[in-house]
T-cell receptor
C-alpha cells in the first residue's frame, strides 16, 4: 500500500529565509508525486507534480521539488519565503488513487 | 472562468440525519472528485465521477454515496450521520480525459459539516 510521511507538523521560518518541507513516500514503483498548498478557509491548490523525467520539478509561486528515488523523498523547497506563503502544505502520492500526507503548517515571521 | 463552487459552505446536522452536498465543476470539466478532510484522518479520497459514472472509489462505508448529472454537477450524500463525519468536504474538478493523476485538479473551497 502506498503511504506518505510528512515528518514536520509545524515549521516557522523568517520572511526571506529559505524553506524546505520534507516528504517521504512508500510505494513499489515510481508513483505520481504532488505538492499542494491550502490557505486558511480555502481548498487545495496544486503547486507541482512529478511522474517522470527531470527529477527537479519547478512549480508555481517559486516553489520547486526534487525527487530522490534512493531516499524515497520528494522535498519541497523555496529559496526565499514571503509572508503570503504561510499556509498548510500537503505532499501526496498517487498510483490508482491519491494518498495525502498529514500536512505541514508553515508560519512566516517578519 | 469561474472556479469550482460548493454549496452550502457550512452545515450543521444531528446524528442520524442525512446530508447532501453539491459541487459545480469548472465549465468544461467532466471529472469531479470528492475528498474528506478531518484533523484526525487528514485528507482522504472518497470517489471520482466522470461522465455520470463512478470511476474510482476510496475506502469509505456505503453511507457515503455520490452521483453526477449530465451537466457534470455532482452531489455527495451521507446517510445516517455520525459524529465522526464532521469534516471539511472538498470537491475537485478536472477535464477527466486523462485521469485525476495525470491532470491538474482544481479544488473548491469546501463544505464544512458539523454533526452534533
Amino acid at each position: 500500500a502506498q503511504s506518505v510521511t510528512q515528518p514536520d507538523i509545524h515549521i516557522t521560518v523568517s520572511e526571506g529565509a529559505s524553506l524546505e518541507l520534507r516528504c517521504n513516500y512508500s510505494y513499489g514503483a515510481t508513483p505520481y508525486l504532488f505538492w499542494y498548498v491550502q490557505s486558511p478557509g480555502q481548498g487545495l491548490q496544486l503547486l507541482l507534480k512529478y511522474f517522470s523525467g527531470d527529477t527537479l520539478v519547478q512549480g508555481i509561486k517559486g516553489f520547486e521539488a526534487e525527487f530522490k528515488r534512493s531516499q524515497s523523498s520528494f522535498n519541497l523547497r523555496k529559496p526565499s519565503v514571503h509572508w503570503s506563503d504561510a499556509a498548510e502544505y500537503f505532499c501526496a502520492v498517487g498510483s490508482q488513487k491519491v494518498t495525502f500526507g498529514t500536512g505541514t503548517k508553515l508560519q512566516v515571521i517578519p | 472562468k469561474a472556479g469550482v463552487t460548493q454549496t452550502p459552505r457550512y452545515l450543521i446536522k444531528t446524528r442520524g440525519q442525512q446530508v447532501t452536498l453539491s459541487c459545480s465543476p469548472i465549465s468544461g470539466h467532466r471529472s469531479v472528485s470528492w475528498y474528506q478532510q478531518t484533523p484526525g484522518q487528514g485528507l482522504q479520497f472518497l470517489f471520482e465521477y466522470f461522465s455520470e459514472t463512478q470511476r474510482n472509489k476510496g475506502n469509505f462505508p456505503g453511507r457515503f454515496s455520490g452521483r453526477q448529472f449530465s451537466n457534470s454537477r455532482s452531489e455527495m450524500n451521507v446517510s445516517t450521520l455520525e459524529l465522526g463525519d464532521s469534516a471539511l468536504y472538498l470537491c475537485a474538478s478536472s477535464s477527466g480525459l486523462a485521469g485525476i493523476l495525470q491532470e491538474t485538479q482544481y479544488f473548491g473551497p469546501g463544505t464544512r459539516l458539523l454533526v452534533l
